[in-house]
């Protein structure tokens, strides 16, 4: 795999500041593939200076330019997919195909909304005898994770720049050869140097220098939900703008009209795709009482299809990999049952987990609390839909799920009850542009759509 030793800053490849390296991974034969520059403090702070430069005349480029530089960025990516594609599968593990659909495809979706977005966005408007100016927050720090090494990078990056906001991104040190790739996709579209800067390193140096700057205006952070209390506290005390996208632990809520096999089969490929890394997974299955052993039956015969290796890659480390394979184990220590899969890992070599199923889970077991981050489903029973939806809410998270009824306005009353984000009616598509974010402790703000690019917009009121 090709790696630059240098960072993205100023619309060039510069030297770091210190002499450190990250070693990048192939969890599937864990080979050390590449090696990249681990930025430090003095790296952070070039970059952010090449990004306040570039600033006022970013913001004061006509919104129909900015989005022909977000079109011709879009081209990049989809004359460049193959390429993407690979490397995604290089340092996340995940299956080819995969890599292709989603990691590679679904930029190009979200970047192409924005490049439209914002040549027809309106970024003025009249409130009684008042004009609004929608004006760019100035300069962002984007800290993203590793599950969609690209999604998550274009989901901040696209709506900035369509705002008139310049970036310095500090992408996860797991996957940092994909966002390499695409600052090299941002210099070939021929984006103004400095609009853009990439930063690689680690999180608590690179990343932690990143959100306490002092000349960040906003800081967009997807990951953790330990890491984004820590960050929100730092910008919090600084009173600048942060937008957290968290962890989730969604419901896929199965109501007894439904077609269960078509719930049961599309909710488990939900939960153990990308290896089950997916913040908006359903990893809670709710199934009324009378259902209950059909759908085990249904989740073991359609789970034994998601074989490690060919469609399930691996976890992206080993120590996702030892967390994931300790919370199978306190599962069983805490009285739920197997229906699939199991703590040991299925082969010697790579960081894969054998996809597991469990039943006789309660709301309340720690595999039906917290975000596991792996291809386990848990499944669990409920009484009445009273019943359902308190377990359905029964958790710190709120960031997606799905509900299923032969009728669809059924399935949307339950909705209008849950406390989440994002909710999939009876295997409802993804629309790259409606908002996506959190209820509860799964963050704040909304990315995706206007709604994300309001994210890096503040009014100004003019009256006359
Ligand atoms: P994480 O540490 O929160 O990583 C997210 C990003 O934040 C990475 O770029 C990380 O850098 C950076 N970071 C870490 N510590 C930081 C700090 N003190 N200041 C600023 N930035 C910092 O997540 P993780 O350790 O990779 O994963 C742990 C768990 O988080 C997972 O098991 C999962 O439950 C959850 N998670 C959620 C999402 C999501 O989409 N909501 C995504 C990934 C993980 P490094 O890469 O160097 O750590
Ligand atoms: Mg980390």
């Given at each position: 795999m090709k790696a630059h030793d240098g960072m993205y800053i100023g619309g060039q490849w510069r030297p770091a500041a210190g002499p450190d390296t990250i070693a990048v991974v192939n969890p599937a034969d864990e080979q050390v593939i590449a090696h990249v520059p681990a930025g430090t403090a003095e790296d952070v702070d070039a970059a952010v200076r090449a990004a306040r430069e570039a600033f006022p005349a970013w913001a004061a480029t006509p919104p129909a330019e900015r989005a022909a530089g977000i079109a011709a960025l879009r081209d990049v990516l989809v004359a460049r997919k193959d390429e993407i594609a690979e490397t995604v599968t290089a340092e996340l593990g995940a299956p080819l195909a995969l890599s292709r659909t989603v990691h590679a495809g679904v930029p190009v979706l979200v970047a192409g909304s924005y490049a439209e977005l914002a040549a027809s966005y309106s970024f003025e408007e009249r409130i009684g005898n008042s004009t609004v100016l929608l004006e760019p927050v100035g300069v962002v720090g984007a800290i993203t994770p590793w599950n969609y090494p690209l999604h998550q990078v274009v989901a901040k990056v696209a709506p900035a720049l369509a705002a008139g906001c310049t970036v310095v991104l500090k992408p996860a040190e797991d996957t940092p050869l994909t966002a390499q790739l695409f600052a090299e996709a941002i210099h070939e579209a021929g984006l103004p140097a400095g609009v853009f800067n990439l930063v690689t390193g680690l999180g608590p140096v690179a990343g932690q220098a990143l959100a306490a700057h002092e000349d960040v205006d906003l800081v967009s952070f997807t990951g953790s939900t330990a890491v984004g209390r820590q960050i929100g506290a730092t910008a919090g005390a600084a009173v600048k703008r942060v937008a957290l996208e968290l962890g989730g632990k969604s419901a896929n809520v199965i109501l007894p009209s439904a077609d269960l096999a078509k719930a049961v089969s599309v909710g488990i490929a939900n939960v153990m795709s990308n290896s089950g890394q997916t913040c908006s997974a359903w990893t809670r299955m709710l199934v009324h009482k009378n259902q209950y052993d059909e759908a085990l039956a249904l989740a073991a015969a359609a789970v034994a299809k998601y074989v490690p290796g060919e469609r399930v890659g691996p976890l992206v480390n080993a120590k996702q990999q030892q967390r994931v394979r300790g919370y199978i184990e306190k599962g069983l220590a805490e009285g739920a049952r197997l229906v699939a899969g199991g703590?040991?890992?299925?082969?010697?070599?790579?960081?894969y987990v054998s996809p597991t199923v469990f039943a006789d889970v309660t709301w309340d077991m720690t595999i039906a609390q917290e975000e596991i981050f792996g291809p386990v489903l848990s499944i669990l029973k409920y009484e009445d839909e009273e019943d359902a939806l308190r377990i359905a809410n029964g958790t710190v998270y709120g960031l997606a799920g799905a509900v299923w009824a032969a009728d669809e306005a059924e399935a949307v009353a339950f909705a209008r009850r849950m406390d989440t984000g994002q909710v999939d009616i009876n295997g409802g598509r993804f629309n790259p542009l409606a908002p996506f974010g959190g209820y509860k402790q799964s963050g704040v703000g909304r990315e995706l759509g206007p709604h994300g690019l309001s994210e890096y917009l503040q009014t100004k009121s003019l009256q006359f």
């Open positions: 703590p040991e890992a299925p082969y010697e070599t790579g960081y």
